[in-house]
């Protein structure tokens, strides 16, 4: 192989520099030329190509966001989108693909593989770390960190003020996010996709632990059955006579900020491990973790198959708030 190219995809995440960095470090090292594409697979249309070099990639460990930028594209998704993607690739003379981001990403890089000879390795590039055969996606660390800071900084106005907080997390499909912050900031309550949501329980279990306490904080996943933060308080509001209930919605913060040292360590192993795949033949692989080592998982099941949050944790939250 002379020329791999990386982009990233869809919703960024903080650790995407970290991966493009690894990636990029060692295709040089190995005489390989790794081409950048700039705004995922819009820019693989239409031909928004560029070496890196050492220096480009220089300083960007530390940063959140992605320097190659990221945008979902509709062209692509149509049969004409992707001949011109294919005929770029092939006037390019690339040979090997790296796609950071999520299952839609994955998708996309497939059905490309399918209409032309080209080997394609995925990094799980999402907060929501809802990709299968993986333990832990790249940002999903910062970004559960970013949420307990928030929910610690809520609880103090929270105790303050004698108030109940309904706080929104991201989450659209997947409860990962709302579930082990939840746990981690000592929330009272939580609500997540994967379960049925039962607001007279909510109630009751509101009432019974708020007693003789001055706060209480519930985490609301955006995809939860019954709605977003907002959604549920003013549904439950009736029934709080003479308690001070409030919203907090902390959307794309979450995204956001310096990757942690997990998401660093993660997308740095994850990235070197991508080209050395690639030059060993191998595609159509997602690169995953499990206990400490990195694994490798068929693209079809990262894409095919759920990854679910374990259920039994509502259990321990439950036990955790026992007085």
Known sequence: MKKIAILTSGGDSPGMNAAVRACVKTALHHGVTPIGIKDGF????NGWFSP??????????????????????AEFRTKEGRARAIQRFQE???EGLIVIGGDGSFTGAHVLSQEMDLKIIGLPGTIDNDLYGTEASIGYDTALNTVIQAVDKIRDTAS???????VEVMGRDSGFIALNSAIASGAESVLIPETVTDLDALVHQIKTQNKGKRSSIIIVAEGDDEGGALDIMKKVKPHFEGYDLRTTILGHIQRGGSPTYLDRAIATRSGAKAIELLLEGKSHVMVGIKSDELVTVPLKDAIEKSAVPDIAKESLLEVLLTK
Request: charged residues 20%; aromatic residues 8%.
């Open 42 to 45: 819009d820019g693989l249309i």
């Open 160 to 166: 303050s003020h004698n108030r109940i907080f309904f």
């Open 52 to 73: 890196l070099t050492y220096d480009d990639v220089d300083n960007i460990i530390q940063l959140g966001g992605t320097i190659l930028g990221s945008a979902r594209s």
């Open 92 to 94: 390019e003379g690339i």
